[in-house]
């Protein structure tokens, strides 16, 4: 809806003027395509919880469409009880609350870790002890906690998000406090690095004339060391710069986000190459990598409310491969 309150026009393909009935039906197939390419992180269990929040948020609703539900998510409601995330009784089921999960919970000693559970993990430690406590359980999620900030932007375009509503953007907030150490603590645990695993690097995080800073740089000041190891890491043919500091608006909350362009993405396997291009990453500051290839450029970059359409018209490129 903002490109309509921001052009005098949107025209079709053909030249036509695109009508708000129209847009809204481009946006719901691209959100659908991306919904669904994103619960291809999601386990079982989560896949249920997301399908029922969705319908009845925290309300109790029938044993029976529960179980049907839950066998088409490839789960059971028995599971999902053991998972602890449901609970059922009286012929009745419904989702636990945040204020109902146990407290210390540690997601290495949990048989049944669901990427809904350490969602709502993190939202209650947002709230009971702050960023810090957030991003402390963060860290010791790893790749799960990537999954749950994903669901946490999920469920905040759900009208019944209650108190997740603000959840995104804090665990946003939550990262930043790890931005950059967390990659280069986990190699040294790969290495077995125990001293240095014992004092890790703190990050100093300010923020002056309504910039932030990272161990006194500001984003624009760390991208081309960010750059240098994005294309050491992978050989991209481009990296696409885009959202508010290709904008040449950096604020507090901003980050640098990425479009990567490789010759040939395999769908199946973006999600990992992904994270294995933001855990090669060693600048300490909040990064958001996403990564495509010509084809994929090619059948959406006209797709209006597809990902690829603003930042390739509003971002700049910022690396491009010789020839």
Not at 228 to 244: K, N, W, Y
């Amino acid at each position: 809806m903002a490109v309509f309150s921001r052009y005098a026009k949107v025209l079709e393909a053909d030249g036509s003027q695109m009508t708000v009935r129209s847009a809204l039906a481009l946006i719901n197939q691209t959100l659908d395509e991306i919904l669904a390419e994103q619960e291809g992180d999601f386990d079982a269990d989560t896949r249920f919880a997301v399908a029922w929040f969705e319908q009845r948020g925290f309300a109790e609703g029938p044993y029976g469409e529960a179980d049907v539900l839950a066998r088409a998510k490839d789960t059971s409601t028995g599971g999902l009880e053991e998972a602890g995330i449901l609970v059922a009784r009286a012929g009745k089921v419904r989702l636990l609350r945040r204020d109902e999960l146990p407290e210390g919970w540690d997601p290495a000693a949990d048989r049944r870790p669901t990427v809904w559970e350490a969602t709502h993990h993190l939202a209650r430690r947002l709230e009971t002890g702050g960023e810090a406590a957030a991003a402390e359980l963060l860290r010791r999620l790893g790749g799960l906690g990537e999954v749950a900030r994903e669901l946490a932007y999920r469920l905040y375009t759900t009208s019944r998000a209650q108190g997740l509503r603000a959840g995104g953007a804090r665990l946003q907030r939550a990262r930043r406090r790890l931005a950059g150490d967390r990659p280069a603590r986990e190699r040294r645990a790969r290495a077995g690095d125990d001293a240095l695993m014992a004092t890790p690097h703190q990050v100093v995080y300010e923020v002056a004339d309504g910039t932030a800073r990272y161990d006194g740089r500001t984003l624009a000041e760390w991208l081309p060391q960010v750059i240098e190891e994005v294309v050491r890491a992978c050989d991209p043919l481009q990296i696409i710069l885009f959202g508010s500091l290709a904008r040449c608006e950096e604020g507090p909350d901003s980050d640098i986000d990425l479009l990567v362009v490789l010759p040939h993405v395999d769908p199946a396997e973006k999600r990992a190459l992904m994270g294995s291009i933001r855990f090669s990453i060693d600048a300490p500051v909040p990064i958001d990598v996403f990564v495509t290839d010509p084809d994929e450029i090619e059948r959406r970059k006209d797709v209006v409310g597809s990902f690829h359409y603003w930042p390739l018209r509003e971002g700049k490129v910022v690396y491009e491969r010789a020839a």
